[in-house]
Nanobody, 123 residues
Framework: QVQLQESGGGLVQTGGSLRLSCAAS????????MGWFRQAPGKERMYIGG????????KYVDSVKGRFSISRDNAKNEVFLQMNSLKPEDTALYYC????????????????WGQGTQVTVSS
């Protein structure tokens, strides 16, 4: 089992950057693929990207490709989401998740979730 805690959210202007962190506690962090999701008010939780267990592979949805980057540090049990060129439509509650496959876009396929961190992008 693993517990996840996101941090790094906040208020930023359009075009700005934020780096979200997700700290994992528990054992065998490197046995989990990690994903990032976001949920805007009134909308479903959406997959935005994931990273493989080793960190060698990443996947992103088209809306964030080229602007967002996911990395992980297995020695420190952390995964990161670097967000650049932020837009108002990126405003959402951001979640990290742990699961088996980093490419799975369905929230129900992920086993563990953090509580989320709010990102607000002002226009």
């Amino acid at each position: 089992q693993v517990q996840l805690q996101e941090s790094g959210g906040g208020l930023v202007q359009t075009g700005g950057s934020l780096r979200l962190s997700c700290a994992a506690s528990g054992r065998n962090f490197d046995s989990y693929a990690m994903g990032w999701f976001r949920q805007a008010p009134g909308k479903e939780r959406m997959y935005i990207g994931g990273i493989s267990k080793s960190g060698s592979w990443t996947k992103y949805v088209d809306s964030v490709k080229g602007r967002f980057s996911i990395s992980r540090d297995n020695a420190k049990n952390e995964v990161f989401l670097q967000m650049n060129s932020l837009k108002p439509e990126d405003t959402a509650l951001y979640y990290c998740a742990a699961g088996e496959t980093h490419t799975n876009a369905k929230p129900e396929r992920w086993n563990y979730w953090g509580q989320g961190t709010q990102v607000t992008v002002s226009s």
